[in-house]
């Protein structure tokens, strides 16, 4: 089946930093890769929508300055979360779309800004 | 637009119990319908979908789900939980057509008591 490699699972970093996720769709061509933030105990909440070769579509109130993401490739997408706060201490999640009829996701990753 | 409420946030239950979420949706076009599972610090694990066909669906782990169409509804059905199920369930909906993103419920948490 499609699997989709997301890293790294934790990330720690100091405040003022930048973080770089990276989302691998391993098995199949992801056209539309999407960005999700999950906070303790609460549903997904969608972040941006990128697709290969163009510019990432950021949901209304998603700074696009400070999430950064890159689709460069079919198989490969990338969040940068730029000059980090403790505030964007959360769970990030990706999903890649490739086939017609649902989405694989990662398996997250937690990042702690200190 | 979609929107997916999950009547429920936890559901108690205890082992060999049968269990039911709830989902029901609200959408003005046609969807897909999914059920995700997500066990703590993972990405989300799809147990079933419905695309077309039979509204009763079989998934991974003894889950099913019935599809009723009158009564917008997607409940998520197990005849006997184990402790291993304790996680969160996400229903998701998504209008049909390839690259539409999925929209989320709010969770609910099965916890199986011994």
């Known amino acids: 089946g499609a699997v989709v490699s997301q890293h790294p699972s934790r990330v720690i970093c100091k405040s003022g930093t930048s973080v770089k996720i990276e989302c691998r769709s391993l098995d199949f061509q992801a056209t539309t890769m999407f960005w999700y933030r999950q906070f303790p105990k609460q549903s997904l909440m969608l972040m941006a929508t990128?697709?290969?070769?163009?510019?990432?579509?950021?949901e209304q109130g998603v700074e696009k300055d400070k999430f950064l993401i890159n689709h460069a490739s079919l198989t490969l997408s990338t969040l940068t979360v730029t000059s980090a706060h403790p505030e964007d201490s959360s769970f990030y999640i990706c999903?890649?779309?490739?086939?017609?009829?649902?989405?694989?996701f990662g398996s997250g990753t937690r990042l702690t800004v200190v | 637009a979609q929107s997916v409420t999950q009547l429920d946030s936890q559901v108690p239950v205890f082992e060999e119990a049968p269990v039911e979420l709830r989902c029901n949706y609200s959408s003005s076009v046609s969807v897909y319908l999914f059920w995700y599972v997500q066990y703590p610090n993972q990405g989300l694990q799809l147990l079933l979908k419905?695309?077309?066909?039979?509204?009763l669906v079989k998934g991974i782990n003894g889950f099913e789900a019935e599809f009723n169409k009158s009564q917008t509804s997607f409940h998520l059905r197990k005849p006997s939980v184990h402790i291993s199920d304790t996680a969160e369930y996400f229903c998701a909906v998504r209008p049909t057509g390839a690259g539409n993103m999925l929209t989320f419920g709010g969770g609910t948490r099965l916890m199986v008591k011994p």
């Open positions: 990128s697709n290969e070769g163009s510019k990432a579509t950021y």
């Open positions: 419905y695309l077309s066909g039979s509204t």
């Open positions: 999903s890649a779309s490739g086939q017609f009829d649902g989405y694989t």
